[in-house]
């Protein structure tokens, strides 16, 4: 098995499988229960410090009220900073001041395995079995688990999806690009025709971009890894060796970076919300995307929004694979190891994601949480905050997304390939070099951790 496919099934029996819990529908949430319980044995003169990431206080804030009118515990929000946040939970959690500690916090999903490693955050398997009836199933909840362990419920629905402006292209060109190609210009199935939609809808001589695409030192992985899985490559073998330098990935990378002079030319120096403001410009033909993006395209241009199509993220040529949408951020509601409240701070959790809270969540648009339980597509409130025609397909893509890359190390890990990826698109290195560098630093990263110990994190996420 050494060239094994990310394919969701095997990654949902994987992940199920591995439960402290066997899965079954827990059902919708009694929140009135969770009161009740909280009541019995906790109130006023108790307080719990939630550390939240920057841009989220609506979606943290509006529950937590609700929680302290209800049940006489205090609530103390702190903000993180959005990138940093799971460090300072790491380096705050090292420190003997217990003022600094937290008891609940809001990490990114894919960063609970080095929180788990380094002692920072508790597993809350004794719990989830006390008060299994209390947790609301997630669409996508494969990331709060590791190592067959329960760390934290899903609090937000982020899947990457392709945002496509057809609008831009004239009936003419329409029929010209039928009868160049033999096909119509519409939502392409493989990354090979999104391509060449992308080439022939560039003109910049009449301000017209083929895309945004993330070209940013920080970002390349995302697409990267995206062209690899449809093409059946996994970013590692059964024994953690890296594959990213094959032949084929090498030509996958040839053909991500020969865009690079059909996209808007500042996209190499572009951030997140520098990419959701330009691409709501409504110049470009195509972005990679999740709700963050089109909340702020709604916000600020809807007419844009009402011509855009969406989709997951493209197969491969052959259609082997349909297609390359992952699970990207989100983010989990996670237990400190050393609060003194962690049987509270898991109730408040089921709270939170229970179906009236979690829905009061993401109905605040300012916040960054995403839709993640069926009931929330039913919502006026979040139809008209990301209009049905995205919620449609963002549905499906969390339904069907793949996973990410839930390893410890996870971020040394994509840094060095982030660094690589942007090296050879900067021309600085050959693709093959700048491909064959990072696995050797992969390798490094995956000995200093503990290749036996990768290797069983593997397994578990992969099913085997």
């Given at each position: 098995?050494?060239?094994?496919?990310?394919?969701?099934?095997?990654?949902v029996c994987?992940?199920?499988?591995?439960?402290f819990?066997?899965?079954?529908s827990?059902?919708?949430t009694?929140k009135?229960?969770?009161?009740?319980?909280v009541?019995?044995?906790?109130?006023?003169?108790?307080?719990l410090?939630?550390?939240?990431p920057?841009?989220s206080?609506?979606?943290v804030?509006?529950?937590s009220?609700?929680?302290?009118?209800?049940?006489g515990v205090?609530?103390?929000?702190?903000?993180g900073?959005?990138?940093?946040?799971?460090?300072?939970?790491?380096?705050?959690?090292?420190?003997?001041?217990?003022?600094?500690?937290?008891?609940?916090?809001?990490?990114?999903?894919?960063?609970?395995?080095?929180?788990?490693?380094?002692k920072?955050?508790?597993?809350?398997?004794?719990?989830?079995?006390?008060?299994?009836?209390?947790?609301?199933?997630?669409?996508?909840?494969?990331?709060?688990?590791?190592?067959?362990?329960?760390?934290g419920?899903?609090?937000?629905?982020?899947?990457y999806?392709?945002?496509?402006?057809?609008?831009?292209?004239?009936?003419?060109?329409?029929?010209?690009?039928q009868?160049?190609?033999?096909v119509n210009?519409?939502t392409?199935?493989?990354?090979?025709?999104?391509?060449?939609?992308?080439?022939?809808?560039?003109?910049?001589?009449q301000?017209?971009?083929?895309?945004?695409?993330?070209?940013?030192?920080?970002?390349?992985?995302?697409?990267?890894?995206?062209?690899?899985?449809?093409?059946g490559?996994?970013?590692?073998?059964?024994e953690?060796?890296?594959?990213?330098?094959?032949e084929?990935?090498?030509?996958?990378?040839?053909?991500?970076?020969?865009?690079?002079?059909?996209?808007?030319?500042?996209?190499?120096?572009?951030?997140?919300?520098?990419?959701?403001?330009?691409?709501?410009e409504?110049?470009?033909?195509?972005?990679?995307?999740?709700?963050?993006?089109?909340?702020?395209?709604v916000?600020?241009?809807?007419?844009?929004?009402?011509?855009?199509?969406y989709?997951?993220?493209?197969?491969?040529?052959?259609?082997?694979?349909?297609?390359?949408?992952?699970?990207?951020?989100?983010?989990?509601?996670?237990?400190?190891?050393?609060?003194?409240?962690?049987?509270?701070?898991?109730?408040y959790?089921?709270?939170?994601?229970?179906?009236?809270?979690?829905?009061?969540?993401?109905?605040?648009?300012?916040g960054?949480?995403?839709?993640?339980?069926?009931?929330?597509?039913e919502?006026?409130?979040?139809?008209?905050?990301?209009?049905?025609?995205?919620?449609?397909?963002?549905?499906?893509a969390?339904?069907?997304?793949?996973?990410?890359?839930?390893?410890?190390?996870?971020?040394q890990?994509?840094?060095?390939l982030?660094?690589?990826?942007f090296?050879?698109?900067?021309?600085?290195?050959?693709?093959?070099?700048?491909?064959?560098?990072?696995?050797?630093?992969?390798?490094?990263?995956?000995?200093?951790?503990?290749?036996?110990?990768?290797?069983?994190?593997?397994?578990?996420?992969?099913?085997?």
């Amino acid at each position: 098995m050494d060239n094994f496919k990310i394919k969701r099934r095997d990654f949902v029996c994987g992940a199920l499988s591995s439960l402290f819990i066997p899965p079954i529908s827990f059902g919708e949430t009694k929140k009135e229960e969770i009161i009740k319980i909280v009541k019995s044995k906790w109130g006023r003169g108790d307080t719990l410090k939630i550390l939240y990431p920057k841009g989220s206080l609506a979606n943290v804030k509006v529950v937590s009220n609700i929680f302290t009118e209800k049940t006489g515990v205090n609530v103390i929000l702190q903000e993180g900073v959005l990138d940093e946040i799971s460090s300072q939970l790491i380096v705050e959690n090292s420190l003997s001041d217990q003022s600094k500690n937290f008891d609940l916090a809001l990490p990114p999903t894919f960063s609970i395995p080095d929180l788990v490693e380094t002692k920072t955050i508790a597993s809350l398997d004794k719990y989830l079995k006390k008060y299994r009836k209390l947790k609301t199933s997630s669409i996508y909840e494969y990331g709060e688990t590791y190592k067959g362990h329960f760390y934290g419920p899903q609090t937000d629905g982020d899947v990457y999806l392709l945002f496509l402006n057809y609008s831009l292209v004239s009936a003419i060109n329409k029929k010209k690009y039928q009868d160049k190609f033999g096909v119509n210009l519409t939502t392409p199935k493989s990354w090979e025709e999104l391509d060449q939609q992308i080439r022939y809808i560039h003109n910049p001589d009449q301000n017209i971009f083929g895309g945004t695409l993330f070209r940013n030192k920080d970002y390349l992985t995302w697409e990267f890894i995206a062209r690899l899985r449809a093409k059946g490559i996994s970013l590692v073998d059964s024994e953690m060796n890296p594959l990213f330098a094959s032949e084929v990935a090498i030509q996958t990378l040839e053909e991500m970076i020969s865009l690079n002079n059909y996209l808007h030319p500042s996209v190499s120096k572009n951030g997140l919300f520098d990419n959701f403001k330009l691409f709501s410009e409504g110049n470009s033909f195509c972005n990679i995307g999740w709700g963050g993006t089109q909340k702020y395209i709604v916000s600020n241009n809807k007419k844009l929004a009402s011509q855009l199509k969406y989709s997951l993220l493209p197969g491969g040529e052959s259609q082997k694979i349909k297609h390359s949408s992952m699970f990207n951020w989100g983010w989990n509601y996670v237990v400190s190891r050393r609060t003194k409240f962690k049987e509270l701070a898991f109730l408040y959790a089921m709270f939170a994601t229970s179906v009236s809270m979690s829905l009061k969540s993401v109905e605040e648009a300012e916040g960054f949480f995403d839709p993640y339980l069926y009931s929330h597509y039913e919502s006026p409130k979040v139809k008209n905050t990301y209009m049905n025609s995205f919620l449609e397909i963002h549905k499906k893509a969390l339904k069907e997304s793949t996973s990410d890359f839930y390893m410890q190390g996870h971020g040394q890990y994509m840094a060095a390939l982030n660094s690589a990826l942007f090296s050879a698109s900067e021309k600085r290195l050959p693709f093959d070099v700048a491909l064959r560098k990072a696995g050797e630093k992969w390798q490094r990263i995956t000995n200093e951790i503990g290749r036996n110990s990768q290797i069983n994190q593997l397994k578990t996420i992969m099913g085997n």
